[in-house]
């Protein structure tokens, strides 16, 4: 419940809070936490693809082969207790493989300001560039 105290300022009670809330967060305060929601949401996919790219290229040596897929196993491990679950094995691969999809590192930013991490997931095992395509666009 609003009051005034004896200087005229308008003083917010508890009841008050939701109104305070749209006073806040209206207009250029949703569109800020969009942006950032955004620019924090490609940062993360961008970091995933680069995470992808040193187990590639530095750990893996370009191979998939069987033992890959232990050398992932036992880093998904040390990578889980040190820095929690989304370094899980599926996810490693995951990572992995959006640097076979995309191998330029300069096509991911771009398509990461468009596409969430999710939406990555589910386009980046069709080999075929041309049937990536409708997906991207439907998130774009």
Do not use: C
Request: proline letters at 4%; charged letters at 25%.
């Amino acid at each position: 419940m609003q009051r005034r105290d004896s200087s005229r300022r308008v003083v917010l009670g508890p009841d008050d809070e939701p109104s305070l809330h749209r006073i806040l967060f209206s207009g250029t305060g949703d569109s800020t936490r969009h942006r950032i929601a955004r620019t924090l949401d490609a940062e993360l996919v961008l970091m995933r693809w680069r995470i992808g790219a040193r187990i590639r290229h530095d750990i893996l040596g370009q191979d998939r082969a069987a033992y890959g897929e232990q050398i992932v196993s036992t880093l998904s491990r040390q990578l889980r207790e040190g820095y929690g679950a989304s370094f899980s094995r599926q996810n490693l691969f995951h990572m992995i493989r959006s640097v076979e999809a995309w191998p330029v590192e300069g096509e991911t930013p771009e398509l990461a300001q468009h596409l969430r991490w999710s939406h990555f997931k589910e386009i980046l095992y069709f080999d075929n560039p041309i049937q990536r395509l409708p997906l991207i666009l439907k998130n774009m």
